[in-house]
């Protein structure tokens, strides 16, 4: 095999659609590696798709299944082992996975495409939290928890910021917060909200976005926080500026709202609303909406987060800061199986405050709601997995 021609070998790459199943080809001996590194590569693949990330039954492993295994129900395509019993809470491009190695604490980022033990394969990610009022006195910082995370650059020295959803340990219940960081500060700084904001932070932060150089934060109400980093003369975060968008909806909702999720689309930003039929049963149905302004009036103009009629031709992946859209008309290798659709997991636990403050013996984190829905119908598309004490389904983006 190592004297296949380099140009049959460089055919046999292009098929290989998963980013995993490429670096295992290329680890096979240097010839396969040559040919990978000619000067004249073959012509760049599509986006990768979305891994599913499940805990095993035992939580010896993190389960990775390449979506589009996924799809059509195929056995365990990948397994990693990135750490035992760390709880997952997101991930962003390039294979990096947000982790907090003891559950609670220790947070972190981890590349789980990185073939060698190097610093740059962990990030850390800080522990504290403090009050934008307390620049110059770290001892009055906070443990907190990260819920979820977004950054607004591909890591790599100071200028990329991680935003957060997080909570303090000393005001677990009710207390999500807004939280920023440069990469390498030990203590984050809190979001400028004011206690008496029209926005009542208990359970009301549902997802966070990097767009246009600005955090958005989506609150259960459909409201905007959006944020914008502001620095000292010496590269330091000093917190944010923030203000909140009071998006009206064209229709009442009806059904249980489950879960709002953020993902920009075509250049637009869109909220994806998950239904239930009741709290804590099955998700249902989902709604995606656009914001668009209306003219009610002469120069007076008003946000609406307005239905779209259709997907049109769009795969979404929603997960707590780590959703985004694909065009299915970019992978038509894929066949029929592969339909515009929104892509879910299960999450719902996001709403147990105290869920990372318990024991193993007593932490559930459910797997079983994940799926696909198209055509007004979820469709079960995913493996079956039991509750979890490490942590719930999450995407991975390679």
Not at 24 to 32: E, G, I, L, P, S
Not at 322 to 336: F, I, K, M, Q, V
Request: aromatic share 10%.
């Amino acid at each position: 095999m190592a004297d296949l021609p380099a140009d049959l070998l460089r055919e046999i790459f292009r098929h290989l659609r998963c980013v995993a199943d490429r670096d295992a080809a290329a680890d096979v001996c240097r010839t396969w590696r040559g040919a990978l590194a000619e000067p004249t590569p073959p012509p760049s693949p599509p986006r990768p798709l979305p891994w599913l990330l499940l805990p095993s039954a035992g939580d010896d492993f993190i389960h990775v299944y390449c979506f589009y295994c996924g799809i059509d129900r195929c056995s365990l395509h990948h397994r990693l082992s990135p750490a035992h019993g760390a709880r997952c809470f997101g991930s962003h491009e390039g294979g990096w996975l947000f982790v907090a190695f003891e559950h609670n604490r220790l947070h972190a980022m981890i590349n789980l495409r990185s073939r060698e033990d190097s610093k740059s394969s962990l990030i850390p990610f800080p522990d504290l939290l403090r009050s934008y009022q307390d620049e110059d006195d770290y001892q009055r910082a906070q443990n907190m928890v990260i819920l979820a995370a977004a950054l607004s650059s591909s890591p790599g020295g100071t200028s990329c910021i991680g935003a957060g959803i997080v909570m303090r340990w000393d005001l677990i219940a009710g207390s999500c917060r807004l939280a920023f960081w440069r990469m390498g500060d030990r203590v984050a700084v809190e979001g400028t909200m004011a206690p008496d904001s029209t926005v009542i932070l208990r359970d009301e932060i549902q997802d966070v976005i990097y767009q246009d150089g600005a955090f958005r934060f989506v609150t259960t109400r459909g409201f905007l926080v959006t944020c914008i980093p502001m620095f000292y003369a010496d590269g330091g975060l000093q917190g944010t500026t923030e203000s909140v968008q009071r998006i009206r909806h064209r229709e009442r909702l009806r059904e249980h709202v489950h879960a709002r999720y953020l993902v920009e689309s075509r250049a637009k930003l869109l909220m994806i609303v998950r239904f239930a039929a009741r709290p804590r049963s099955p998700t249902s149905l989902f709604k995606v909406f656009e914001m668009v302004q209306d003219y009610t009036g002469v120069e007076k103009i008003e946000d609406t987060w307005t239905e779209l009629e259709s997907l049109d031709g769009r795969l979404f992946f929603v997960g707590r800061g780590c959703s985004r859209s694909y065009e299915s008309s970019a992978y038509p290798e894929l066949g029929l199986g592969l339909k515009e659709g929104v892509y879910f997991l299960d999450d719902y636990v996001y709403a147990d405050e105290g869920m990372p403050f318990r024991d193993e013996g007593h932490r559930r984190y459910p797997c079983s709601d994940n799926g696909r829905w198209c055509d007004g119908h979820v469709h079960r598309c995913f493996s079956e997995q039991r509750a979890s004490s490490a942590h719930s389904p999450t995407w991975l983006l390679p």
